[in-house]
């Protein structure tokens, strides 16, 4: 059964700083690795799918970077903003399932 | 670009009382999925329909039932709600099964007193 991890599961930065969330999985069988943000009370929103046979995918500020053999995928946010206070949500899709991991609540401070 | 839609946006049961959540995209996509979200546990799969006319179950199915109306539209069922059914649910939605990016619905809030 896949397990997907995301450490930290809280992180403060001040703002302007470039800061990385990690998410790590248990089996490297998958078909993609999709990145989301989450604001309180709302929905999730995807900001980056990369495929199995992808190393990265840049979207603005956002750079996803993933490592099937080690199981690891991290998010990069470059000069970060207030405006990107939420929680980070990995999920891997394999052969079964969707699965997530339990998010890293990112705040940054003016 | 409304994407997927849920109804109603909160909701407070009594024990035993039985709902319906509904759920309709406007992408075309063959796959929906019915999540929920509880504090320190990420998302997890109730049911899904890969396409039109199937379901199947997912991680934590019992005590729900779920309902492929047509391809827009996906419904989620409570029988008999209990406490431990109190959680925020998320409707989901792609292109294909797995292989594809999902797009989610804005949640609903469900309390079981």
């Known amino acids: 059964k896949q397990e997907v991890t995301q450490i930290p599961a809280a992180l403060s930065v001040p703002e302007g700083e470039n800061l990385v969330l990690n998410c790590s999985f248990t089996?490297?069988?998958?078909?993609?690795l999709q990145w989301f943000r989450q604001d309180p009370g709302k929905g999730l929103t995807s900001l980056l799918l990369i495929q199995s046979s992808q190393r990265e995918q840049t979207s603005g500020r956002l750079n996803a970077s993933l490592d099937k053999s080690s199981g690891r995928s991290t998010l990069y946010i470059a000069a970060s903003q207030p405006g990107d206070s939420a929680t980070y949500l990995c999920a891997v899709a394999d052969n079964n399932d969707m699965r997530f991991g339990a998010g890293t609540r990112l705040t940054v401070k003016p | 670009n409304a994407g997927v839609t849920q109804t109603p946006k909160f909701q407070v049961l009594k024990t035993g009382q039985s709902m319906t959540l509904q759920c309709a995209q406007d992408m075309n996509h063959n796959s929906m999925y019915w999540y929920r979200q509880d504090p320190g546990m990420g998302l997890r799969l109730i049911y899904y329909s890969a396409s039109e006319g199937t379901t199947d179950k997912g991680e934590v199915p019992n005590g729900y039932n779920v309902s492929r109306l047509n391809k827009r539209e996906f419904s989620l069922r409570l029988e008999s709600a209990a406490p431990s059914q109190t959680s925020v649910y998320f409707c989901?939605?792609?292109?294909?099964?797995?292989?594809?990016?999902?797009?989610f619905g804005q949640g609903t809030r469900l309390t079981v007193v």
């Open positions: 989901a939605s792609s292109p294909g099964r797995l292989n594809t990016e999902a797009f």
């Open positions: 089996d490297s069988a998958i078909y993609n």
